[in-house]
């Protein structure tokens, strides 16, 4: 079962690098906030809505990050109840290199090129 300890230390690694992301976005988002509430960013922001775009485009990033935390910890418990790299939509399993690059996958390359959650 080496196969799952390698699996147990991508998941930590991936989970370690999306906690890192998700705390600097925050604070981006924190700060871009901060600047727009003091209203002290007219003089460096002639677009106007450019701060409110950032807003959105960070906000954004963060619910990704959250949502891939979210994939990490459904893999870990995946881990722990033995259905880990199988198919959550057919079943099969997934195949070792798609785990290997996307530790989180919850479903095989097939199944997601066929229109999974994701655009
Ligand atoms: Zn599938």
Redesign the pocket.
């Known amino acids: 079962m080496t196969g799952l300890d390698a699996a147990r230390r991508r998941l930590a690694a991936e989970r370690a690098s999306a906690e890192a992301r998700r705390a600097a976005l925050r604070r981006d988002l924190d700060s871009i906030v901060d600047a727009s509430s003091a209203g002290a960013d007219d003089e460096h922001d002639p677009e106007g809505s450019s701060t409110a775009y950032d807003r959105q485009h960070v906000a954004a990033l963060l619910g990704q990050a959250e949502d891939q935390l979210a994939a990490i910890d459904r893999a870990g418990q995946r881990l722990a109840d033995g259905s880990y790299g199988r198919?959550?939509?057919?079943?099969?399993p997934?195949a070792a290199g798609r785990l290997a690059a996307r530790p989180a996958a919850a479903?095989?390359?097939?199944?997601?090129s066929?229109g999974g959650p994701r655009p």
């Open positions: 198919c959550q939509r057919c079943g099969r997934i479903t095989c390359i097939a199944c997601a066929a």
